[in-house]
């Protein structure tokens, strides 16, 4: 109920998608291709490949639209929410946030920067084993903590 009141009064978490790609040239391109004729931006993208798949964890300007686009179109997705955090000393601020993290005991499973600078500060989308916790933690060190409406046009 606390995180329903909190959606309601902050904003929506932010929220990633994992689209599974064949591992072959053009593949991702296919998908951004899709999401920009949608009007849909990527405004963070991690690859993680093997020798026969892919994985692109992706932050979009409009979740709603990628999922119906998604859908329309059968490609798999899976969804998460991650926090994402205002580095507002820049690349110094990195090791405060793990720090922060770890000392809360807090596992990171996957961390990448995004794209875009709504202040002018660079922006890192972590996912945790805990995201309440992490957010809690984060945001009592002092770190901004966007919500999808902060990035979303």
Known sequence: MATETAEKLQG??????????ANRVG??????????DASVAVLGLSIQDSSETAIARMVVSDPERLEDLFGRNDIAYGVCEVAVAELAEGASDLPRLLAALLEAEVNILFSYTLLVRPRGRPLVAIHTDDLECASAVLGGRGFRLLRQTDLSR
């Open 27 to 36: 593949a991702l391109m296919e998908v951004v291709k899709k999401l920009g």
């Open 12 to 21: 929506r978490q932010v929220r990633q998608y994992s689209v599974f790609l």
